[in-house]
């Protein structure tokens, strides 16, 4: 990236696998002159399991190595990361930080109607209490409902979202929820979207399904704007994609959850601190 055009450089992105692709879709679709450059932490996929302080230690290298690529921006495209260590990494960062909890907040209350609202995410996001929190600082009478739904992510990595298997799954962790009577889902981590149309049809049409990364990517929006880093280049925007486990089944996944034809290289950060 020439120093001299700061805003020519892209929009850093990262989650544990494909999940976060479902914030680049929303990105790509809302500032398409964008460059994005994509990692997938594979090699320690997935992240819900894992202790947050070995999450946060992963999201701080992965953050260091964007910047260092000459990402303007670096987006936290996992929720799991984001609540293990959004903070850190901001505090980390010569570049802004955007992370998913926030804005899956702000979107829930503004359609939240009965004052209960769900949240689906990994062990590792429900375990922090990141949402619940940020939560309870806008509103501290909200009711919120948070379940742990360790099954799906292995389901999406695999292309298992419409098998019986991922039914059953939803039925199991849904059903709590339906019976603290809901009436807004949250679906608190990047992987969920992919099972979208099937949640809602368990949960029921009554309930609001919201989507942090449609949020997240109006606010990237504005920051773009306030910073003034819109990538104003005439020459086409670049995409890399990146990842530090197995490309093929990265390549797989997202062709099958992207639609789209992307070329994945592979690369080690890991090795030494960045």
Do not use: W
Not at 32 to 43: C, H, K, W
Not at 92 to 108: C, I, Q, R, S, T
Not at 155 to 165: R, Y
């Amino acid at each position: 990236m020439n120093p001299a055009d700061p805003d020519d450089g892209p929009i850093g992105l990262f989650d544990s696998g494909v999940g976060g692709l479902t914030v680049v879709a929303h990105l790509l679709q809302r500032l398409p002159e964008e460059s994005v450059l994509y990692f997938g932490d594979t090699a320690h996929l997935p992240y819900g399991p894992r202790p947050l302080e070995e999450v946060r230690d992963y999201a701080i290298r992965i953050g260091r190595y964007l910047a260092a690529q000459g990402a303007k921006i670096v987006v936290m495209a996992c929720n799991t990361s984001t609540s293990a260590a959004f903070d850190a990494v901001q505090e980390d960062l010569p570049v802004p930080v955007l992370g998913m909890v926030e804005y899956g907040v702000h979107a829930a209350l503004a359609v939240a109607r009965n004052g209960k609202v769900g949240v689906i995410a990994t062990q590792g996001t429900v375990l922090s209490g990141a949402y619940e929190r940020a939560f309870r600082a806008v509103r501290e009478d909200l009711q919120v409902v948070q379940q742990a739904c360790p099954e799906f992510v292995p389901l999406v990595e695999s292309g298992a979202t419409d098998s019986p298997e991922a039914l059953a799954a939803i039925q199991q962790y849904i059903a709590p929820l339906s019976a603290q009577g809901i009436d807004t889902l949250v679906l608190g981590c990047t992987h969920y979207p992919y099972l979208a149309g099937t949640i809602q049809q368990v949960v029921g049409p009554n309930v609001v399904l919201v989507d942090p990364a449609e949020a997240l990517v109006q606010a990237l929006e504005r920051l773009l704007d306030e910073k003034g880093l819109r990538r104003r280049s005439p020459d086409p925007p670049t995409h890399r994609f990146l990842v530090s486990g197995d490309p093929a089944a990265f390549v797989a996944a997202a062709h099958r959850l992207l639609h789209r034809e992307i070329l994945v290289e592979k690369v080690d950060i890991f090795d030494a601190e960045n």
